[in-house]
């Protein structure tokens, strides 16, 4: 078997095209605006997702089960799923919607089962939700689309991504992470992570914008498919998380670097899923699935 020295000996590459990821897992200190406050242990084998609630409730969705924990982290009840949840979301009323592998269950505030929305198919992969004030966006891997529904779960619009004139494009998913989050003035954010940006469409599928750029550098996204997940604040700023390098983010309305919250240097190698949510207060709430905690980082004093 061939080592990585070899390799780079037998690559033909030169040296302008190499790099030491030992350098990149370095963050100059003054982009560093963030400082972990507390951790959450989430009790599970396998968490996947987290969302807040309005009133400030973390929710975390992993194994066969869905936690909720108070402002202050305790514990503050659970609810079984009869499928392991893969993405949460936390609608303005207060209902919760929890994204299986192929269609999306809704449950009241105390975890009452209310409805199961109809399947997308045997090669569905749901890996995200967003729930607006009456729309709800799902991201499907496995068909490498965002659906949006109805309030009761009809689905109104297929959203694919753009393609040009010769069939190309669309969203590029070379691993199963593909998120989705609403901003303002009925946009929707869209990560197309093969092309390393985040772009964003109307409710109605119209493409607007994009941003983001291929770069191993802090600027910019690395690897294969990032950025993994997004969480976008009240200002329109976003949160941004990454695999390969793990690291993350907080970059402006137009997406560039503002800040960084997590460098790669505070999780463990390897580390992957760093699902990404807001509160009211401002806080970054981080799931580390290889911890099995949410990092809560807050805003270091000036």
């Given at each position: 078997m061939a080592t990585p020295a070899d390799r780079q000996k037998t690559s033909g590459l030169g040296p302008e095209y190499q790099y030491d990821l030992r350098e990149l897992l370095k963050v100059d200190p003054?982009?560093?605006?963030?400082?972990?406050a507390d951790k959450v242990q989430t009790g599970m084998q396998e968490p996947r997702g987290i969302a807040v609630a309005t009133d400030g409730r973390l929710l975390i969705a992993g194994d066969r089960v869905v936690r909720t924990f108070d402002a202050a982290g305790k514990a503050a009840g659970e609810f079984a799923t009869e499928a392991p949840p893969h993405a949460l979301a936390?609608?303005?009323a207060g209902t919760i919607f929890a994204a299986m592998k192929d269609h999306v269950e809704t449950f009241d505030a105390f975890g009452k089962r209310l409805a199961a929305w109809e399947s997308l198919g045997e090669k569905a992969y749901l890996t995200s939700v967003a729930a607006g004030q009456e729309d709800v966006f799902v991201a499907d891997a496995g068909a490498r689309a965002v659906v949006?529904?109805?309030p009761l779960g009809r689905a109104v619009k297929r959203i694919a991504g753009t393609v040009d004139e010769k069939g190309e494009g669309g969203f590029l998913i070379p691993s199963p992470y593909?998120?989705?989050?609403?901003?303002?003035?009925?946009?929707?954010?869209i990560v197309n992570p093969g092309m390393r940006r985040v772009e964003c469409y109307t409710y109605e599928g119209e493409f607007r914008k994009a941003w983001g750029k291929a770069s191993p550098t802090i600027e910019?996204?690395?690897g294969c498919c990032n950025p993994?997940?997004?969480?976008?604040a009240?200002?329109?700023?976003?949160?941004?998380?990454?695999?390969?390098l793990p690291r993350v983010k907080v970059c402006s309305p137009q997406g560039t670097l503002v800040s960084v919250v997590a460098p790669p240097s505070v999780f463990a190698a390897g580390t992957s899923g760093l699902d990404v949510a807001l509160d009211a207060d401002g806080r970054v709430f981080v799931l580390d699935p290889r911890q099995r905690t949410v990092r809560v980082f807050v805003k270091k004093k000036a």
């Open positions: 003054a982009l560093i605006h963030y400082q972990e936390v609608g303005p949006r529904y109805s593909f998120d989705v989050a609403l901003g303002r003035d009925r946009l929707v954010w910019g996204f690395c993994i997940h997004i969480a976008i009240p200002d329109g700023s976003f949160v941004t998380s990454e695999k390969g």
